[in-house]
């Protein structure tokens, strides 16, 4: 199962753009990364999800490299309620769709 | 309204007892799961299902049982044998086809004393 590494903690101004990276070197061909968010003492928020294109909602962008090495979840105008955990998880395929979770990255947004 | 929910919100439970948690959802979803969440920590898979009547052991099943006797419920018992049962439990459900997301449930914070 592919594993996940992301920044412990990012900083971001309130209405810039938040930047959260991650990596996934070890992803399979048809496993996907999806990004989920967690405020304190909640349950997880599902936010996107994406194969190898790159993908776009209402809540954010996802960015993922060529080599599907990396990716890189955007916020494009970052507010105090974002301020959460973000998860970057690859997902098991085929039989095995069970979702496998790294420390996450807790972002602060500031005023 | 489609969601999942879980019940109680907070649970205390005297060292020695078995407990169980409720999940249910009304998304007409065929896989469920059963998390676990330490304080700093990301979540860890205890159980799922992805059919009725079906489930495996996740990574720290240990001292944990669950049932999946109907689509809508996944209840989950920690029992006795659970040496550190006090955490956040989440459940979430999602599609077994396709690569929908998950949707997860609000969770029980249990206390073991």
């Known amino acids: 199962d592919a594993k996940t590494t992301q920044p412990t903690s990012m900083d971001c101004a309130e209405g810039r753009a938040a930047n959260l990276p991650c990596n996934h070197s070890?992803?399979?061909?048809?496993?996907?990364v999806y990004w989920y968010r967690q405020i304190h003492s909640q349950g997880p928020q599902y936010i996107i999800h994406?194969?190898?294109?790159?993908e776009t909602n209402e809540m954010a962008s996802l960015i993922i490299t060529e080599d599907r090495k990396s990716s890189t979840l955007i916020l494009p105008h970052a507010t105090l309620r974002d301020t959460a955990v973000y998860y970057c998880?690859?997902?098991?395929?085929?039989?095995?769709?069970?979702?496998?979770w790294g420390l996450g990255t807790s972002l602060a947004v500031n005023p | 309204d489609g969601g999942i929910t879980q019940s109680p919100k907070y649970l205390f439970r005297k060292e020695g007892q078995n407990v169980t948690l409720s999940c249910e959802q009304n998304?007409?979803?065929?896989?469920m799961y059963w998390y676990r969440q330490d304080p700093g920590q990301g979540l860890r898979l205890i159980y799922y299902?992805?059919?009725?009547?079906?489930?495996q052991k996740g990574d720290i099943a240990e001292g944990y049982s669950v049932s999946r006797e109907k689509k809508e419920s996944f209840p989950l018992t920690v029992t006795s044998a659970q040496k550190n049962p006090t955490a956040f439990y989440l459940c979430?459900?999602?599609?077994?086809?396709?690569?929908?997301?998950?949707?997860f449930g609000q969770g029980t914070r249990l206390t073991v004393v």
């Open positions: 979430a459900s999602s599609t077994y086809q396709g690569q929908s997301e998950a949707f």
């Open positions: 998304l007409n979803h065929d896989a």
């Open positions: 299902s992805q059919i009725v009547n079906d489930f």
């Open positions: 070890t992803i399979s061909g048809n496993e996907y």
């Open positions: 994406g194969l190898k294109n790159n």
């Open positions: 998880i690859v997902r098991g395929a085929g039989n095995n769709r069970k979702l496998i």
